[in-house]
């Protein structure tokens, strides 16, 4: 089981930056999939980004070309940056792993993730 503990969140005025840091034990993290997911209450857990670790790098269309997230390998770590905050960016954000895995394969789909952090809040204001 992989054990995942997320840092960062809270609060910030629109156009505002924020960063969130995942980092993961339990497995080899060389061949997890790592994910970011984000859930406001009574709506469905919605993908953000995810990174291989062939490389591969997947955002969704509302975090391209605003967040960007970044693993390390020695450190076991992944991080999502996000700049130019909007308030419908308000969510609580969830790290996730996929496997370990040898298939590269980016998941965006929550249910294909087997291991989840805590899901610290950010909140954006207007």
């Known amino acids: 089981q992989v054990q995942l503990v997320e840092s960062g969140g809270g609060l910030v005025a629109a156009g505002g930056s924020l960063r969130l840091s995942c980092e993961a034990s339990?497995?080899?993290?060389?061949?997890?999939?790592m994910g970011w997911f984000r859930q406001n209450p009574g709506k469905n857990r919605e993908f953000v980004a995810a990174?291989?670790?062939?490389?591969?790098?997947v955002y969704s269309d509302s975090a391209q070309g605003r967040f960007t997230i970044f693993r390390n390998d020695a450190k076991n770590t992944v991080t999502l940056h996000m700049n130019s905050l909007k308030p419908a960016d308000t969510a609580k954000y969830y790290c996730a792993a996929r496997g370990p895995t040898w298939s590269p394969r980016v998941a965006t789909d929550n249910n294909e993730y087997t291991s989840w952090g805590q899901g610290p809040q950010v909140t954006v204001s207007s």
């Open positions: 990174s291989s670790w062939n490389g591969d790098i």
């Open positions: 339990g497995a080899t993290f060389t061949r997890l999939i």
